[in-house]
């Protein structure tokens, strides 16, 4: 089991950036592809973007690429997610977790953190 903590959401205007920290505790961090997804308000929880174990590959859901990096320091068993020119669509909780294989969706991840609140305003 690993036991995950995001950080760094916040209220940000339309167009700003925010950088999400992921801190992993328990089984060896470096053994699991992360990956990021997103909830807002009434809708399903849906995948952001994922990196694989060394750092080397990454895929991001169309709505953020160019827009959102996602990176790791195996070293301090952490997954960042940088999120410039933010936009209000945004808005939503974002949850780091554990990669069980390959796939995107949520039945793919295992542990899972409990969330930071991103909210955009226009």
């Known amino acids: 089991q690993v036991h995950l903590v995001e950080s760094g959401g916040g209220l940000v205007q339309a167009g700003g950036s925010l950088r999400l920290s992921c801190v992993a505790s328990?089984?060896?961090?470096?053994?699991?592809?992360m990956g990021w997804f997103r909830q807002a308000p009434g809708k399903e929880r849906e995948f952001v973007a994922i990196?694989?174990?060394?750092?080397?590959?990454?895929y991001y859901t169309d709505s953020v690429k160019g827009r959102f990096t996602i990176s790791r320091d195996n070293a301090k068993n952490t997954v960042y997610l940088q999120m410039n020119s933010l936009k209000p669509e945004d808005t939503a909780v974002y949850y780091c977790a554990t990669a069980k294989g390959p796939g995107t969706a949520v039945a793919d991840f295992g542990s899972w953190g409990q969330g930071t609140q991103v909210t955009v305003s226009s």
């Open positions: 328990g089984r060896a961090f470096s053994s699991f592809d």
């Open positions: 990196i694989n174990m060394s750092g080397g590959r990454t």
